[in-house]
């Protein structure tokens, strides 16, 4: 036996409340407005409260006749609680039922165009927020994080470039130059903002002219032209920032080597300290060397 | 002995929580209060187990025991007591055990407080929900995250340490515990929500019954947010707090849900609305919690390929969908009784600022998370490796944080309902005119650019706004008027205002170069005067400390350095700030030259009023310690207008008897 005699309180009220609004029946109906109902007639929990009450009776039925059929109950105890549960699991469920239909009748109906209005303008911010997420977006540098970025200094802006440069090289290779002009405009754009913060960086104006070199040896012959006209801007005050700055002597020199202007290139070339630059560049400055001796343009 | 000890912490825990959520689960389908009621001896157990687990942790890499692989991993006989205590969280597996210990406490202080209402069906499937992520981060401890995995260690050996950076600074040994007391106190309220889902109690009950968990996560949360942002300041050296990178807006996207969720929770509770919002938003912050435990520890920030190699990665993002999924389909089954028969009756309301508050918040929240997977949606479809960088946030979140704080001003004024013109002047003109000076006195002072000066401008309207609020209250209440949700959230909003102020400051006007000094050479930069005076070696156990002595405007020296630690070779710089109300220098070493002249490259970071974003930090969590504790209830028979004049009322003028 699981229910108690003194339970059903929350029931009964509720169908004493139904009860009342049918005998009201027949007056012209209200509209409906639920700031004038008691809050808690619309309140979920109290419905969910209903229906487990609801829910317990109807068990406490089931057990009851489990216990008849046990012998464990007499015949009048057994019609009396029945009778009892039945009532008082009717009394629920009517209780339910009328509260159901008491927030269903008080809720607003769905305005549709309202909602496709609301599912438009989310479809558009969303859509809106991925283009400009899409225009944000740059080529990753080895070593960059996926999203945002810590403010660097000199030196890791400079290494950031010297990658985007390489994956750069790479894309070129792979016969895909406008993701290479990507990049190398990605690295380009990486030396200025090294420039900004150290002016008088020579490792970033020399090498951010050699990229303006390796555009313009990618590009149309008037725009490359004017590229290099930049990329010499940059190897010149380089140079005049740190004379002993080989890297920048070395790129100059090919420049000139390129315009003809065989004697500044070799005076460059005269300058350079073999011992102070990588082995894959003397090989280049032994080309270059040639080239000059000989009067030879790339 | 460690290694057993561990491996018996989450066993226990997984064993416990395993039958608990079992024994519960029947308990409740098969309504017997009695099992229900067993769940406190569950997650007495669950909370063992994790304690084991850490006590054990802990203990081997304070004894340095390297026969566990994590301490031969990420322990060190150098690393000093403090970092060594923190190594737990320093280090994928060890941060799980943490998680775990820090649910199992959540769990038994939610016991706790429901002790008499354990068989009340809504906190019994709460717990149940409990129980089943407890499952989880206890199975992660005994499968794809192990901690307690041995290994044998050569003689003599000894582990590299923490990742230099974590053994740093103090601040390691505290944002990390805040951050997860607040990632794992979102269990509690999406516990509750679920359980009110299931139970089909979608009312205002079970917002009442958590709202203060919600609170306390929120308040664990924001501390661990701005402690990580100082500690990423005074360590990491970049001259920011702030970069917009993964793990930043990891932790904020759940925040700002959870902002968002602590507002609107607010008209459900007055006006019975937002029920599915609300529901949602909980779940969201739960769910997000997860998905940047996943986007921090599952290698996917290496690569989008990397996660399916790393059990951990495919868990979390299965518990994730799990998550979603769970919340989308009993939202969906509940969907009838969710829907709310009351509209908003006026956008002009306490409820319409709530609504446009909580758009905003979603939207922000969006933003973040678009930007912070686009490059993973780019790499997963063409193996392209695309970064979204600062500007994209920059401009996405700027107008929404202006907007927000237009709101956060005019919010606390408005009534419920609706709210005349002329109740709103009489309200607002005060805030207004505070707005206004703020304006005009940046811009005397030299600040310039539309973004920051506006932000200035609505920082007053709002801080005035606020102020007003708490003034009132004071005068009713005394002391009392700074306590409870109401006032405790206006100190909270002094705090977000100071802190908006400070950011658009700092952001705005920050100057930063480099120079190359020799010993006893002066630089000028952003009105202020270095002087290099030399260079300082200390040797310390675990690291050699080489630092640059740097006069500020003759104060100090200031000593940024370059660490060379002992193990792995690596050198780190640590910044040295000097922090004054208005500004901060922050120095760091770039470069030490060799040779006669000993020449050194520093950076030099000059940002505006800084401190103020710490500052700002502690006034918000002040604001939250006061808005958990109980406020002044209403008498039911208070009178709500003011009070009739005392006075009996004059007779109208040439009135006869």
Not at chain 2, 107 to 117: D, G, H, T
Not at chain 2, 147 to 169: A, M
Request: include cysteine.
């Amino acid at each position: 036996m699981t229910a108690s005699t003194g339970g059903g309180t929350a029931a009964r009220r509720a169908a004493r409340q139904a009860a009342t609004a049918k005998s009201a029946k027949g007056k012209p109906a209200a509209t409906p407005n639920p700031s004038s109902r008691g809050r808690r007639d619309l309140d979920p929990d109290a419905l969910a409260a209903l229906e487990e009450e609801r829910d317990f009776l109807l068990r406490s039925l089931q057990d009851l006749e489990r216990e008849y059929a046990a012998g464990d109950v007499d015949q009048s105890d057994y019609e009396e609680l029945k009778d009892d549960y039945t009532a008082r699991a009717a009394a629920a469920i009517r209780a339910v039922d009328d509260r159901s239909a008491a927030v269903k009748s008080l809720r607003p109906q769905r305005n549709w165009k309202r909602t496709a209005l609301g599912l438009v303008l989310v479809g558009v911010v969303a859509v809106g927020a991925g283009w400009i997420v899409f225009r944000n977006a740059g080529t990753r540098a080895p070593g960059q994080g996926l999203t945002g970025d810590a403010r660097q200094d000199s030196s890791n802006l400079i290494l950031q470039a010297q990658g985007l440069t390489g994956q750069a090289q790479a894309s070129l290779q792979a016969g895909d130059s406008a993701k290479a002009l990507k990049q190398f405009e990605s690295a380009v754009q990486t030396y200025d903002e090294a420039l900004e913060i150290s002016p008088e960086n020579v490792q970033a104006m020399t090498y951010r002219g050699w990229v303006l070199h390796t555009i313009a040896l990618n590009s149309e012959a008037s725009v490359a032209a004017q590229l290099d006209a930049q990329a010499r801007q940059y190897l010149d005050e380089a140079i005049a920032t740190d004379p002993t700055f080989s890297d920048a002597r070395v790129f100059r020199a090919i420049l000139e080597r390129n315009a003809g202007e065989f004697a500044a290139a070799q005076a460059d070339l005269d300058a350079i300290d073999m011992n102070a630059i990588p082995v894959y560049m003397t090989q280049m400055v032994n080309a270059v060397k040639e080239d000059v001796a000989a009067g030879r343009r790339d | 002995m460690n290694l057993a000890l561990g491996r018996a912490g989450v066993t226990l825990g997984l064993a416990a929580a395993i039958l608990g959520a079992v024994t519960v689960g029947y308990g409740l389908i098969r309504h017997r209060p009695e099992l229900v009621r067993l769940s406190r001896w569950y997650a007495a157990l669950v909370f063992f187990g994790g304690l084991l687990a850490a006590f054990a942790m802990e203990r081997a890499l304070i004894t340095r025991d390297f026969t566990l692989q994590y301490v031969a991993d990420n322990g060190s006989t150098k690393t000093p007591a403090l970092y060594n205590f923190a190594t737990l969280w320093g280090a994928l597996e060890g941060s799980i055990i943490l998680w775990a210990l820090i649910l199992g406490g959540y769990l038994v202080a939610v016991v706790l407080k429901f002790r008499k209402r354990l068989a009340d069906p809504l906190v019994g499937w709460a717990l149940f929900t409990m129980l089943v992520v407890c499952i989880f981060f206890f199975w992660l401890l005994v499968g794809p995250a192990n901690p307690f995995k041995s290994f044998s260690p050569p003689v003599g050996f000894d582990g590299p340490g923490p990742n230099p950076l974590l053994q740093n600074h103090p601040l390691m040994a505290f944002h990390p515990p805040m951050l997860y007391l607040g990632y794992v106190g979102f269990t509690v309220p999406f516990a509750f929500a679920i359980a009110a889902l299931v139970t089909g109690r979608v009312g205002e009950g079970w917002l009442l019954a958590t709202r203060r968990w919600t609170l306390i996560a929120w308040g664990f949360l924001t501390a661990g947010i701005i402690l990580g942002s100082w500690w990423s300041y005074e360590v990491l050296g970049w001259g920011g707090y702030w970069a917009w990178d993964p793990v930043e807006n990891a932790s904020l996207m759940p925040w700002l849900t959870g902002t968002a969720y602590l507002h609107s929770v607010l008209v459900q509770e007055r006006r019975g609305m937002l029920r599915v919002w609300n529901i949602s938003l909980l779940c969201a912050t739960f769910a997000l919690t997860i998905l940047g435990t996943f986007i921090t520890r599952s290698g996917v920030l290496e690569s989008v390929h990397a996660f399916t190699t790393s059990g951990i990665g495919v868990s979390l993002i299965i518990f994730f969908a799990l998550i979603v999924l769970t919340t989308v389909v009993l939202i969906g089954l509940r969907g009838d009784r969710l829907r709310s028969p009351g509209r908003i009756d006026s956008p002009l309301s306490r409820e319409g600022a709530f609504l446009a508050n909580n758009v905003l918040f979603a939207a922000f929240a969006f933003v973040i998370l678009l930007g912070t997977i686009f490059p993973l949606i780019v790499e997963a479809i063409n193996d392209d490796r695309v970064s979204v960088g600062v500007p994209y946030f920059n401009r996405m979140t700027m107008p929404i944080g202006l907007t927000l704080l237009f709101l956060m001003a005019i919010a606390p004024v408005l009534p419920w309902r609706k709210a005349s013109g002329e109740l709103l002047r009489h309200r607002l003109l005060w805030p207004a005119w505070i707005g206004v000076a703020s304006m005009v006195f940046a811009v005397v002072v030299g600040a310039r650019g539309f973004a920051p000066v506006v932000a200035f401008g609505l920082g007053g309207f709002a801080a005035g706004s606020a102020g007003r609020q708490l003034v009132l209250a004071t005068r009713r209440q005394g002391w009392r008027g700074l306590v409870g949700r109401a006032n405790g959230g206006m100190i909270v909003h002094l705090g977000v205002v100071i802190i908006a102020v400070a950011f658009a400051a700092s952001s705005s006007y920050v100057r930063q170069a480099e120079f190359t000094l020799t010993q006893g050479q002066s630089a000028e930069f952003a009105g202020h005067t270095l002087v290099y005076e030399g260079q300082n070696v200390k040797i310390e156990e675990a690291k050699i400390v080489n630092q640059v002595l740097i006069r500020i405007d003759g104060t100090g020296p200031w000593a940024p350095s370059l660490n060379k630690f002992a193990n792995g070779n690596q050198t780190i710089g640590t910044p040295s700030v000097r922090s004054t109300v208005t500004d901060d220098v922050a120095l760091s070493v770039i470069a030490i030259k060799d040779g006669e002249n000993g020449s050194v490259t520093v950076r030099v970071t000059v940002q505006p009023l800084i401190i103020w974003l710490w500052i700002g930090g502690g006034v918000m969590a002040l604001g939250t310690l006061l808005a958990v504790f109980p406020g002044r209830r209403r008498n039911p028979i208070d009178a709500v207008s003011a009070p009739l004049s005392v006075e009996p009322p004059k007779e109208p003028t040439g009135a006869t008897a």
